[in-house]
């Protein structure tokens, strides 16, 4: 089992300075990078103070001059805000300038918000599609002289300029929950990423079972599979019982971005009141506590060992959850003290 780390600048307020908290994500995946993680992700969205990453690329150029060995990982890019001689140009550069450190997570995104404002009209199944004509040709334009007449795009013979640093291009993973886009993935030569979100070990086990699936129906080599999921790692029950609450109220927010049907200022949604935050039973403290990975460090451990003997590679502690810097870095240094350990 390998291990990653899912990070974003997150604002929950107008109080807080976008350099402090630039300040604060560099931090964090400087720790990732001195415990010898295999790598750090970091995502795209707009416009959304609740995650803070309009380009992964520029991101993680700048955490490449803060650490030394971390691979750098889109986690993810959203293909249809790209076009894919953009994309390929500038994940090379970026490979260029990291001197051979990126890796490029993409999907199809999830947020109507964002679907609204940059491609407006388009739905999840068009923005799927989308990404499923952009990613195989990343590599083809990288190798160079690339033309393509497809639904969405078309263009002459192009090479992506600059060419990556590694030699077959950056490894590519899909994040993938349907069958169809893991055997898409699974079938492209593309690792993939998973994510059962606040669901529990079921989920867990069922995105196993599809990725298992795919690559029975591929005579390819078996690629890659990571599991992100909200981690916390506490001092004690009780610490582990706030880490719950604090959680629950990450994914009322998130269920409340999901639905796009509240007010948003500067970047901000309108305020949760508690009661409607309590009315959520599906995000309630119990629920984080049972279906999420958190707990005592040997909680952590028992979790995670489950989730290899299930067979993923890659597990990524994802560490955005709306608790303070403080409460975050006192997690991953307990994860990377105590529970690293027991997988070396």
């Known amino acids: 089992m390998e291990f990653s780390l899912f990070v974003h600048m997150e604002r929950l307020t107008p109080d807080q300075p976008h350099d402090q908290l630039n300040e604060e994500f560099i931090a964090l995946c400087k720790m990732a990078d001195d415990a010898g993680m295999r790598a750090v992700w970091t995502g795209e969205h707009h416009g959304m103070e609740f995650t803070i990453a309009p380009n992964p690329l520029m991101s ?17 890019i959203i293909a249809p805000f790209w076009h894919p001689i953009k994309l390929a140009g500038e994940a090379a550069s970026a490979d260029l300038l990291t001197g051979g450190r990126i890796e490029l997570g993409i999907a199809r995104g999830a947020y109507s918000y964002e679907y609204e404002r940059l491609r407006p009209g388009m739905d999840a199944w068009e923005a799927g599609q989308r990404m499923r004509e952009i990613t195989p040709l990343l590599r083809k334009l990288w190798v160079g002289d690339c033309a393509h007449e497809g639904e969405f795009f078309q263009f002459p013979a192009t090479t992506s300029a600059p060419k990556p640093v590694q030699p077959d291009g950056p490894p590519i993973w899909i994040a993938a929950r349907d069958p169809n886009s893991h055997e898409f993935g699974v079938h492209n030569g593309f690792n993939i990423q998973v994510t059962p979100l606040w669901m529990g070990m079921e989920e867990i086990t069922t995105l196993m079972g599809r990725f298992n699936d795919a690559c029975t129906s591929y005579d390819g080599p078996r690629p890659k599979i990571m599991l992100l999921h909200h981690t916390y790692v506490g001092a004690d029950e009780a610490d582990v019982a706030v880490a719950a609450k604090e959680l629950s109220r990450f994914y009322c927010y998130f269920g409340a971005w999901f639905q796009n049907k509240r007010p948003v200022s500067q970047g901000l949604i309108a305020p949760l009141s508690e009661d409607e935050m309590n009315a959520n039973a599906m995000m309630s403290p119990e629920n984080m506590a049972r279906d999420l990975t958190i707990g005592t460090a040997d909680q952590v451990i028992d979790q995670i060992k489950a989730y290899e003997d299930l067979g993923y590679d890659e597990y990524s502690f994802w560490i955005d959850s709306g608790m303070s810097f403080e409460r975050k870095r006192a997690s991953l240094a307990r994860f990377i003290d105590d529970v690293m350990p027991a997988f070396q």
Do not use: E, F, S
Not at 64 to 71: D, F, L, M, W
């Open 60 to 76: 993680l150029v700048n955490v490449a001059h803060h650490t030394k060995n971390v691979r750098l990982g889109t986690g993810t």
